[in-house]
C-alpha cells in the first residue's frame, strides 16, 4: 500500500529543494557529499502501475505476488547497485483516465525512480504520454503491438513479454500445417480482437491458408449460439480469443452445439487465465490447443529456473496458489514483471544508476541490450530485445488440455515470432 | 457584486496554486479543470433546466475524437480544438432534436441510447479509433500556436483559461434573461409554455449549449492529455457529471467544479486506505444525497447564502 502524506510532504521537499539551492549555491561541496552518501545508499523506489481492481483484478493481484517474489530475490542478492529496492504498489482500476493520475502520484509524491506492470493496453495508451512529458522510463507488460508499432514514444518500452503480433505469427505455421487450413476467427470486437485478426489474416496469406470467416463478438455478449451458426462447415480450425466474463458460457455453448464432432480449436489461454481448466464446464476443451506465454502445468523437462521461480511466487505444479489450490495463477502472462524487474535492474546497473538524473541513461541502457538467455532472471526462457522497437522477442509454447492438464506439445524459437522493425525509437528525441 | 467576486476569487485562487501547488496537485488540478467544465456543461441542463441525460458521454466524447482525429489527420491544435467544441454542440443539437420529444424517465433512456449507440459506433470504427486502446495524439498536435500543451505550467493554464471562459460564461447565462426561464422552465413547464415561452426550444438551446462545454471538454482532454480511447465514451462518463452536480450542488455555479474537485480527491485518498475505495466513494455520496439533498453549495444556498448563484 502506498504511503500518502499528502501536499504536506511535498511542500516541505519542495523547501528542502530551495533549502539545498541556496546551500548548493552558497556554500561548497561538504554538505553535497554527506547528500551524495545519503542518496547511494537510501533504497530505490519502483513505481508499479497496478490493475488491483477492475476488470484486470483476476491479473493484477498475481502480478502483485510475482513482483514481490521477485523484489524479495532482488534485494536478497544486494538490490541493484547495491541499494535496496522498494516497489510502491499504486492501483489504476484498470481505468485509462486514472492511468497517468497514478504515475504522477508515484512519481511526484512517492519519489519512484520510474514505472512498469501494466497489462491492459487501454491504460498502456492513455499513461504513455504522461510518461513522456515527466521523462520517466515506463516499462510494460502488456502484449500490445503499440510499442513496437512506433505508435508510442522513448520512454516506454516492453522489455519482459512479447507482443500480440510476435506471439501469432510464431504460432500461426502449427496452426496451418498442423491443424488446418481453413480458419473461423473468433476474437473480441475490439482493439486487441483486431490485432488478433489482422496478424493472423496476414500470416494465412503469407501461409497460403484462407481464413474462411470472421466473427467478431460484442465483450458484452452474454449468449454465443447465433455466431456458431455462422461458422462455415468448411471451417478446419476454430481460432478463439474470448475475454471477459462469458468465457465460460462460451465455452459451454460451443460444445452444445457441435458435440463431439467439431473442428479443432486453437485459442489463445487469456481466455482462460486465472479459470480452473479441469472442471465439467470446460471438459469440451478436452483435446484442444492453446497458446502459453509461459506453460501453467509444470512440464516433465521444465527447467531449474522456472521450477525455482514457481516455487518463489508461491505456485504449485499445477498452476495454482499453494497455499490455495483452488486460486489459479495467471501464469502464462505474469513472468513478464519477474522478467521486467530483473531488466530493470540490469538496466540501473549499466546505466550506474543514482537517481532522476540517470532516467535517461537508463532508457539507452536498456536500448542497448540484445540476447538474454534463459536465467533466474529469465525463468519463462531466453529472450531478445530490439532496442529499436522496444519490444522483446521470446519462445511460445503450445499447449494440449490432455486429461484436464495442459500439456506442452511444441515451443516455438525466437526466430519464429521475429518481423521486421516498424520504427526506430533510438532516432527519436527523449 | 458579491457572487461575481466569489468566482473571480475561485479563478484566482486556482491561478495561484498554479505557482504553489506541488507537482502530483498541480497535474490533478489541470485534469479537475477540465472535467468540472463538462459538469458546468452537465449543469446548465440538468442544474438548471431540469433535464435529466444520461448520455452526456456522447458529447465529450464527440469533442474528444473530432480533435483527436483531426489531430492525426494533420489539423493543428487551435481548429482542431474548435472542431471538437463544435461536434460536441451539434451532436447534442441533433440528438436533443429527437430525444427531447420525451421527459423524464423516458429522457433519461433515450439520451443513454444515443450515447450508447455512440460508444458502439466508436467500436465498430476500431480500425479508425483503435477502440477501447484508442490513441495518443503526436505532440506536434499539442502545439497551441507557439505554446506547448506538453508542458506542465502551459498545459495548467490553458486548463485554467479553458474553465474561467466556461465558469463566467455561465455566471452570465445564469443571471440572464434566458437562464432565468431556463429555471421557469425546470420549475413548471406549463406554466412557462402559458406564459409564451417555446419550451421545447429553450431545452434545446439548454442542451445544445451543455453539449458545447462537454465537447470543450473532451476536445481540450485529447489536447491536453494526448490520450483519446472509447473508455471515455462509456456510461461511466455520462454518470461521472451528474455525481459532480449532485455532489456540488445543482443549480449552482460553482457546484459541478466542487464537486469534480471533491470526488478526486476522494478517490485519490480512499485508494491509499482500501482496495474498497469505489465503495468508500459510493457510502460517502449516499450518505451526503441522505443529509445534503441539494448538493453542498445548494445546501449553503438553502440554509442562508441566498445570493449564490
Same mark, same amino acid.
Given at each position: 500500500m502506498t504511503n500518502n502524506l499528502g501536499p504536506f510532504t511535498t511542500r516541505r521537499r519542495v523547501l528542502g529543494g530551495l533549502a539545498a539551492t541556496g546551500a548548493t549555491a552558497g556554500l561548497a561541496t561538504g554538505l553535497g557529499t554527506r547528500f551524495a552518501q545519503a542518496q547511494s545508499s537510501a533504497p530505490l523506489k519502483l513505481g508499479f502501475q497496478l490493475h488491483r481492481t477492475g476488470i484486470g483484478a483476476a491479473y493484477g493481484r498475481w502480478y502483485e505476488r510475482t513482483t514481490k517474489a521477485a523484489l524479495k530475490a532482488v534485494n536478497e542478492a544486494g538490490g541493484i547497485n547495491g541499494r535496496p529496492v522498494e516497489v510502491i504498489f499504486e492501483d489504476d482500476g484498470t481505468d485509462a483516465a486514472r492511468g497517468p493520475q497514478v504515475l504522477d502520484k508515484l512519481i511526484n509524491q512517492e519519489g519512484c525512480e520510474l514505472v512498469f506492470g501494466p497489462l491492459f493496453s487501454n491504460v498502456v495508451m492513455a499513461t504513455a504520454p504522461r510518461a513522456a512529458e515527466l521523462k520517466i522510463p515506463y516499462l510494460v507488460c502488456s502484449e500490445t503491438h503499440s510499442v513496437a508499432a512506433g505508435k508510442l514514444n522513448r520512454w516506454t518500452m516492453q522489455p519482459g513479454i512479447t507482443d500480440v503480433k510476435s506471439q501469432v505469427r510464431a504460432v500461426a505455421p502449427f496452426i496451418f500445417d498442423?491443424?488446418?487450413k481453413k480458419v473461423t476467427m473468433i476474437y473480441p470486437d475490439y482493439a486487441f480482437g483486431y490485432d488478433h485478426r489482422d496478424f493472423l489474416t496476414q500470416a494465412a496469406k503469407e501461409a497460403g491458408a484462407e481464413i474462411v470467416k470472421l466473427l467478431p463478438i460484442p #465483450? /458484452?455478449? /452474454?449468449?454465443f449460439t447465433r455466431y456458431f451458426a455462422q461458422i462455415p462447415r468448411s471451417t478446419e480450425v476454430i481460432y478463439h480469443v474470448m475475454v471477459g466474463p462469458g468465457v465460460l458460457t462460451f465455452v459451454k455453448e460451443l460444445g452444445e452445439f457441435y458435440g463431439s464432432n467439431h473442428p479443432k480449436l486453437f485459442g489463445f489461454i487469456d481466455s482462460l487465465e486465472? #479459470?480452473?481448466?479441469?472442471?465439467p464446464s470446460l471438459s469440451f476443451l478436452e483435446g484442444t490447443h492453446f497458446w502459453e506465454g509461459d506453460c501453467r502445468y509444470a512440464q516433465p523437462d521444465e527447467t531449474e529456473f522456472d521450477k525455482a521461480y514457481r516455487k518463489a511466487v508461491g505456485v504449485n505444479d499445477q498452476g495454482a496458489a499453494i497455499n490455495d489450490p483452488k486460486e489459479i495463477s495467471t501464469y502464462a502472462h505474469m513472468f513478464s514483471c519477474w522478467e521486467t524487474l530483473y531488466v530493470i535492474k540490469a538496466g540501473m546497473e549499466a546505466a550506474d544508476y543514482k537517481g532522476p538524473q540517470d532516467r535517461q541513461k537508463f532508457v539507452e541502457a536498456v536500448e542497448a541490450m540484445s540476447d538474454m538467455p534463459a536465467s533466474m532472471q529469465h525463468p519463462q526462457g531466453a529472450k531478445r530485445f530490439n532496442g529499436k522497437t522496444h519490444q522483446v522477442f521470446g519462445h511460445q509454447n503450445i499447449s494440449q488440455v490432455k486429461d484436464g492438464r495442459l500439456v506442452r506439445i511444441e515451443r516455438t524459437s525466437i526466430d519464429a515470432g521475429l518481423y521486421p522493425d516498424e520504427t526506430d525509437y533510438t532516432k527519436m528525441s527523449f | 457584486m458579491k457572487a461575481l467576486l466569489l468566482h473571480l476569487g475561485v479563478l484566482a485562487g486556482l491561478l495561484a496554486l498554479n505557482f504553489l501547488a506541488p507537482a502530483y496537485h498541480h497535474a490533478m488540478l489541470a485534469r479537475i479543470m477540465v472535467l468540472a467544465v463538462f459538469g458546468l456543461g452537465y449543469n446548465i441542463a440538468f442544474g438548471y433546466t431540469g433535464l435529466l441525460s444520461l448520455g452526456h458521454a456522447l458529447y465529450f466524447a464527440a469533442g474528444l475524437y473530432a480533435t483527436g482525429l483531426l489531430s492525426q489527420a494533420g489539423w493543428s491544435a487551435g481548429p482542431a480544438l474548435l472542431a471538437g467544441v463544435l461536434a460536441g454542440g451539434a451532436i447534442a443539437l441533433v440528438s436533443g432534436a429527437l430525444a427531447l420529444r420525451t421527459a423524464g424517465v423516458s429522457l433519461m433512456i433515450v439520451t443513454l441510447m444515443f450515447a450508447q449507440a455512440g460508444y458502439q459506433t466508436i467500436l465498430y470504427y476500431t480500425p479508425l479509433t483503435r477502440g477501447e486502446e484508442g490513441f495518443n495524439l503526436t505532440n506536434a498536435g499539442r502545439m497551441l500556436g507557439p505554446v506547448n500543451l506538453t508542458e506542465e505550467t502551459p498545459r495548467y493554464l490553458a486548463a485554467l483559461a479553458l474553465f474561467a471562459v466556461a465558469l463566467l460564461l455561465k455566471l452570465a447565462l445564469v443571471r440572464s434573461r434566458r437562464g432565468r426561464v431556463m429555471v421557469a422552465v425546470r420549475e413548471n413547464e406549463e406554466r412557462s409554455r402559458m406564459l409564451g415561452y417555446d419550451v421545447f426550444r429553450v431545452k434545446l438551446v439548454a442542451l445544445t449549449l451543455s453539449g458545447l462545454y462537454a465537447g470543450a471538454a473532451g476536445a481540450a482532454w485529447a489536447v491536453l492529455f494526448g490520450y483519446v480511447g472509447a473508455g471515455f465514451a462509456g456510461i461511466q462518463y455520462s454518470i461521472l457529471p451528474l455525481l459532480y452536480t449532485l455532489l456540488g450542488g445543482a443549480g449552482t455555479v460553482l457546484g459541478p467544479f466542487l464537486g469534480a474537485l471533491l470526488m478526486f480527491y476522494l478517490i485519490d485518498l480512499t485508494s491509499d486506505v482500501s482496495q474498497s475505495y469505489l465503495f468508500m466513494v459510493g457510502a460517502s455520496l449516499l450518505i451526503l444525497v441522505v443529509f445534503a439533498p441539494k448538493g453542498i453549495l445548494g445546501s449553503l444556498r438553502a440554509r442562508g447564502l441566498k445570493w449564490l448563484p
Open positions: 498442423t491443424l488446418g #465483450v /458484452t455478449e /452474454t449468449s486465472a #479459470v480452473n481448466i479441469d472442471t | -
